[in-house]
C-alpha cells in the first residue's frame, strides 16, 4: 500500500488513546478505531506509522499488528485465546529435557529449571519434569493454576502474552517473560537453547538462523506490547 498521509498522532479519545493519520483515526482490518489503553501505546505505535516511507509496510509495524489482534481476534474469542495459551502447559518446551550429552542437560537445567521453579512458587503451578520425547501428564492443578493466571490478563496483555508464547513454545517462558522475570533475550534464548546447542557443535544452517531471528523480533515486540499496555510511566 503507497503511504496516503503525512503526519500520524497519538490522540486522547473515549477514555482510552487512537492514533490518528493526518488528524482521522486508523482503523482496524475489522474496521474498528484503533483504540488502546495507553498513551504510551499510542504513541508507540504512531512511531510506527511515521517510520513507514513511500510504502506501508505491515511487517514493520508489530506494534499495530498486536493491536489490531487484540480489538479484532483477542477481544471477541477471548475464552478461546486463554485455551490456547494455556494449552501449552501441557506440553511445555521447558518440561522436556535432553538424555545426553551431559553439558546439554546441565545447561537446560541451569536455564530452564529456575523458570518453572519460579511458576510453581508464584503461580502455584508445579509442571513435571522428563527426559526424551514422550509426552507426560501434567498434574491438573498445575494445569488450572496456569489457566487462572492467564485468564487475569487484560485483552491486550494477552494478546502479547499469546504472541510470546507462541513464540517461544513455551507458557512458563511466555508467563515468566509477562511478568519481568525474564527479558526478551532470556526468553528467546532459553527458547532456542537446543538449536544454539546444536550450532555451536555442528556449525549454523541460514534457513535455521533466519528463522530464529524473525522469533526473536516476535518475542521482542510481545514483550514491549505487554509493557506499554499498562505502563504510561
Not at 154 to 177: I, P, W, Y
Amino acid at each position: 500500500m503507497k503511504r496516503f498521509y503525512k503526519e500520524a498522532a497519538a490522540e486522547p479519545g473515549d477514555g482510552a488513546f487512537v492514533v490518528a493519520l493526518d488528524g482521522k483515526s486508523v482503523r482496524t482490518p475489522g474496521k474498528q478505531p484503533l483504540r488502546v489503553p495507553t498513551r504510551r501505546m499510542a504513541d508507540a505505535i504512531a512511531a510506527e506509522w511515521r517510520d513507514q516511507g513511500d510504502e506501508i509496510v505491515p511487517v514493520s509495524m508489530p506494534l499495530t499488528r498486536l493491536a489490531n489482534s487484540a480489538l479484532d481476534s483477542t477481544a471477541p474469542n477471548r475464552a478461546q485465546v486463554i485455551d490456547q495459551v494455556s494449552a501449552y502447559g501441557g506440553a511445555d518446551l521447558l518440561c522436556y529435557r535432553a538424555e545426553g550429552p551431559a553439558d546439554l542437560i546441565e545447561r537446560q537445567s541451569a536455564e530452564w529449571q529456575p523458570v518453572l521453579d519460579w511458576l510453581g512458587a508464584a503461580h502455584g503451578a508445579t509442571l513435571t519434569v522428563t527426559s526424551g520425547i514422550l509426552p507426560v501428564a501434567q498434574p491438573p492443578a498445575a494445569l488450572a493454576a496456569i489457566v487462572t493466571v492467564v485468564a487475569a490478563f487484560d485483552d491486550f496483555r494477552l494478546t502479547g502474552l499469546h504472541a510470546a508464547t507462541a513464540a517461544a513454545g513455551s507458557v512458563a517462558l511466555g508467563l515468566a517473560l509477562a511478568t519481568g522475570r525474564i527479558d526478551a533475550d532470556a526468553a528467546w534464548r532459553a527458547a532456542h537453547l537446543d538449536e544454539l546447542y546444536q550450532e555451536g557443535r555442528w556449525g549454523g544452517d541460514a534457513e535455521a538462523a533466519s528463522r530464529r531471528e524473525a522469533l526473536r523480533g516476535e518475542i521482542a515486540a510481545a514483550a514491549r506490547f505487554m509493557v506499554i499496555a499498562q505502563d504510561d510511566g
